[in-house]
């Protein structure tokens, strides 16, 4: 009996650890398509990070996607000249510090 509840609870687990890897985005997938959305590393000039938004000044604003970065999470995108604000959240930051180690 006893080995019967343990093989259940291991495949139980399983399961779960399953359901929670393929609900979590993969954050480096995700930044690697941001900065390819933003026109590249080699687009991007500088980048700064306001509370939940990221500002990002650009040598050619139309090579953005912006429908794609919306898509990724995106809740506004603001355009000013060569500058982009997007509201991404709590990963502004993470982006800001993925880009700086890109340069």
Do not use: C, W
Request: charged residues 30%; hydrophobic residues 45%; glycine residues 4%.
């Amino acid at each position: 009996m006893d080995e019967k509840y343990i093989i259940i609870i291991v495949v139980l687990f399983i399961m779960a650890l399953a359901i929670i890897k393929s609900t979590k985005k993969d954050a480096h997938i995700e930044l690697n398509k941001l900065v390819e959305y933003l026109g590249g590393k080699t687009n991007i000039i500088s980048t700064e990070v306001n509370l939940s938004r990221f500002k990002v000044t650009l040598n050619n604003v139309e090579l953005v996607n912006k429908e794609a970065i919306q898509k990724l999470g995106a809740k506004g995108i603001v355009e000013i000249d060569n500058t982009l604000k997007i509201i991404l959240g709590p990963e502004s930051k993470q982006l800001k510090k993925y880009i700086d180690d890109l340069k």
